[in-house]
């Protein structure tokens, strides 16, 4: 990762060791993104009721060979990892894939 897409960055994320299924990540992913919402911010204390899941920046039917990519993997409440996730957030602000050409939309859901 380039030093300016590292001072650019919204997340930093721990360096992990890799593991072997995606929800082995959960507790790393809930102190990474602050125990936030990477979406809409949302904390869990707001999130009564709703609950928080990880999410697949590249959803796993496209991009099945990221699914237990940590660095694609998103912390999310379970609303925002139901919907088209608004507001977009930039790729390159929150892992380093080498371009932001690649734009979640409705239909990857």
């Given amino acids: 990762m380039s030093k300016n897409a590292e001072d650019n960055q919204i997340v930093l994320?721990?360096?992990v060791?890799?593991?072997s299924h995606y929800s082995d990540y959960r507790e790393i992913l809930?102190?990474?993104?602050?125990?936030?919402?990477a979406y809409c911010?949302?904390?869990k204390i707001e999130a009564t009721g709703i609950g928080f899941q990880i999410d697949h920046y590249y959803p796993r039917k496209h991009k099945p060979e990221l699914t237990h990519e940590y660095?694609?993997?998103?912390?999310?409440?379970?609303r925002c990892n139901s919907v088209c996730h608004a507001p977009q957030i930039a790729l390159t602000a929150l892992v380093d894939y080498g371009n932001a050409e690649?734009?979640?939309?409705k239909e990857d859901k």
């Avoid at 809930?30 to 919402?37: A, E, G, I, K, T």
């Avoid at 660095?71 to 379970?78: H, R, V």
């Fill in 13 to 15: 994320r721990s360096r």
């Fill in 17 to 19: 060791e890799v593991k």
């Fill in 30 to 37: 809930r102190f990474d993104f602050w125990y936030f919402c």
């Fill in 41 to 43: 911010s949302m904390t």
């Fill in 71 to 78: 660095s694609n993997l998103m912390w999310s409440c379970a």
């Fill in 102 to 105: 690649h734009q979640r939309t």
